[in-house]
């Protein structure tokens, strides 16, 4: 079974700068997919990036991007410019692929999550 | 465009009490699951279903049970409540792929 970890419980970060958030993944599948979520006080899980395991490009959406280090098993989240609305907890999830695991209900595995201080 | 409707919201129960979390989605997604968050932690597993009049295990399905008998409805049962069970419940759905799940807004279960 997949497991993921996420050695930081807790992050702070001045506002407008920048934090790294770690996650790494244990699996022996070659292809497979990767999350981040945002779940801020109001509890709504939200996505933040995805990434396949299949591309190099690292995924870019807005202020956040990821490095993707498939040999290491490495899937970090940068968040740049932070802003105080970027206040919450973040979980780094791994995904089967459909091709591989569909009866098993592509299961979603999450870390335990980092919280992310903003200071102003 | 209501996504993943749970309820209720809130909830606090007795010690050997029953109730159902209430699951509905309206996108069509086949796959549908439950998920519970203990305080400060991440997100485990309870059940799932590749849909309808289909459920299987996940990490943590004991003293839960599930059914699906629509593509839309996922309800979770709840069967004699314990206080290891206070937690927030999360139901989700997607389609099998590639995407991330689409997430309702949780249900804070109490057991007292």
């Known amino acids: 079974a997949q497991t993921v970890t996420q050695s930081q419980p807790e992050m702070s970060v001045q506002e407008a700068e920048t934090v790294t958030l770690s996650c790494t993944y244990d699996t022996s599948e070659s292809d497979y997919y990767l999350f981040w979520y945002k779940q801020p006080p109001s509890r709504q899980m939200i996505l933040v990036i995805r990434q396949e395991a299949y591309k190099q490009q690292n995924a870019t959406e807005n202020r956040f991007s990821v490095n993707f280090q498939k040999a290491a098993k490495s899937f970090s989240l940068k968040i740049s410019d932070s802003q105080l609305g970027d206040a919450a907890m973040y979980f780094c999830a791994y995904r089967s692929s459909p091709i591989v695991i569909k009866a098993a209900g592509n299961k979603l595995t999450f870390g335990g999550g980092t919280r992310v201080l903003v200071k102003p | 465009n209501a996504g993943v409707t749970q309820t209720p919201k809130f909830r606090i129960l007795k010690i050997g009490q029953s109730m159902t979390l209430q699951c509905a989605q309206d996108?069509?997604?086949?796959?549908m699951y439950w998920y519970r968050q203990d305080p400060g932690m991440g997100l485990k597993l309870i059940y799932y279903s590749v849909g309808a009049g289909i459920t299987d295990k996940g990490e943590v399905p004991n003293g839960y049970n599930v059914s699906r008998s629509t593509t839309e409805d996922f309800p979770l049962r709840l069967e004699l409540a314990a206080p290891s069970q206070t937690s927030v419940y999360f139901c989700?759905?997607?389609?099998?792929?590639?995407?991330?799940?689409?997430f309702g807004s949780g249900t804070r279960l109490t057991v007292v």
């Open positions: 989700a759905s997607s389609y099998a792929g590639t995407g991330g799940y689409t």
């Open positions: 996108m069509n997604h086949n796959y």
